[in-house]
């Protein structure tokens, strides 16, 4: 039989260090019986919310909530294995596990088992995978230096310094990859501040790769078409291929799209379909208005049992691969990404002249800075259009062929009516066919 398992956090305010912070503890209590541990959070007292048991600074939140996944993670376990536990028992086995490592390696495993129970909780292992890279970088730099492991004291700027060279000289690793190794290692030399192994992160002032703004890839709305005209055998793979034709209509990302439930959809007053749903990420609402082929789609999947979501995806890291041989099926050159499909939302509406407010709205964005990016695209574009007329008239001049110009003109025209072209295409049965073959 399951038993009764509760957790509250509380502060002791008669207990207050020196510089002005008190110890988070926990109240663990298991069919009536309660046992007190401490959680290693440390926290002002004013910062304490009591009728809420929670931090109002965002670090020490943050941990509080991290230290609370454990404990049920922990009772979780215990209750697998030997299908009954106290919380005195459940007390011994997490102390078991609560020695802090000295080490950074150390550090690294134990984060890195916190990322895989994380990963397991939201469907996704590609920051978990990513950290074996990191820790595997760092393990081969200490082994350079004829080290196994090294004592967080032992840490300084210079060995973050000379470990950013050894990823430059050995590694050749481009600006943006070397700075995601430099933030695994500053990371697991915060925790240790976080636990008091160090009073400070010694590496706080290393200096980062400076590297090019992000660039948010998308597609060309010929590259749009042709996706739309190449229907996939595979089963998963035309999943895949609807997945990302629906993105690219609605903006969402995919855990988004494999959160997408019926009650997400709804009704204007005149008819119109929308989702409203809030975004995993930001927890900011995204308000998307459908496109009729984003309707169409919609329209073969779950739309009635709100029990079950709408689409029926995998994990994110299979479709991965299911995402990429389209985009070799359509002949791209350049890798074809998921989430290439929601930048091409964005950058397809502003090119189209819709307001930065409302595409913010549409895609659920947390400020309006992140929406400008898109503008930023399009704004870029137009001064290469601009520089291609340049050349163009330095080249043939103001004589240059009517057959020549006209070519150019009715090409920008087509990219211009795109989404007239496609709207127009749904009316033919061949285009439907196209679009969603049979079986």
């Known amino acids: 039989m399951r038993s009764t398992f509760s957790i509250l956090p509380y502060i002791n305010r008669n207990k207050v260090k020196a510089d002005g912070t008190t110890a988070v503890l926990c109240r663990i209590t298991i069919d009536g019986k309660s046992s007190t541990m401490a959680t290693g959070i440390y926290c002002r007292p004013e910062d304490w919310n009591s009728s809420k048991g929670t931090i109002r600074t965002v670090r020490e939140s943050n941990r509080l909530q991290e230290f609370k996944k454990s404990v049920e993670l922990a009772y979780e376990d215990s209750l697998k294995k030997q299908n009954v536990v106290s919380a005195e028992l459940l007390k011994n086995a997490l102390a078991r596990k609560a020695v802090i490592p000295t080490k950074l390696l150390q550090m690294g495993e134990r984060e890195r088992e916190r990322l895989l129970a994380r990963s397991k909780e939201i469907n996704s292992t590609s920051t978990y995978r990513h950290s074996g890279y990191y820790q595997k970088y760092l393990k081969e730099y200490l082994t350079s230096l004829g080290k196994e492991d090294i004592e967080f004291t032992d840490i300084t700027e210079d060995f973050g310094n000379s470990y950013k060279a050894f990823l430059k000289r050995y590694k050749n690793f481009s600006p943006s990859q070397t700075n995601k190794c430099l933030c695994w290692l500053s990371k697991l030399v915060y925790l ?63 855990v988004d799209t494999m959160l997408l439930h019926p009650h997400h959809i709804g009704r204007t007053a005149d008819g119109r379909r929308y989702i409203r749903i809030n975004r995993k990420k930001t ?5 998307i208005p459908l496109h009729p082929i984003a309707e169409q789609i919609l329209d073969l999947y779950n739309t009635t049992d709100d029990t079950k979501p709408v689409f029926p995806l995998p994990s994110r890291d299979e479709m991965w691969f299911k995402i990429h041989e389209l985009g070799v099926a359509i002949g791209r050159e350049e890798n074809l990404s998921y989430h ?14 819709i307001p930065i407010e409302s595409i913010a709205k549409m895609m659920g964005h947390s400020s309006i800075k992140t929406t400008q990016r898109y503008a930023e695209v399009t704004d870029k574009k137009i001064s290469k259009d601009m520089d291609n007329l340049v050349a ?48």
């Not at 998308?218 to 793979?237: C, G, V, Y």
Request: charged fraction near 30%.
């Open 192 to 254: 240790a501040v976080d636990y008091e192994i160090l009073r400070a992160n010694p590496l706080e002032d290393m200096e980062y790769e400076k590297k090019p703004a992000p660039k948010h890839r998308h597609i060309s709305r010929a590259e749009l078409k042709n996706i739309l005209e190449t229907p996939m055998l595979d089963p998963l793979q035309e999943l895949g291929r609807r997945a990302f034709l629906f993105s690219s209509f609605t903006g969402l990302a995919y």
């Open 283 to 287: 927890n900011v609402e995204a308000f």
């Open 340 to 353: 290439q499909a929601r930048h091409s939302f964005g950058t397809f509406l502003i090119s189209e002249g």
């Open 392 to 439: 163009f008239r330095r080249a043939y001049g103001t004589g240059a062929s009517r057959e020549k110009k006209t070519k150019d003109i009715l090409t920008d025209k087509e990219e211009c009516q795109w989404n007239v072209e496609l709207s127009q295409s749904l009316k033919t049965e061949r285009s439907r066919c196209r679009l969603f073959p049979s079986g």
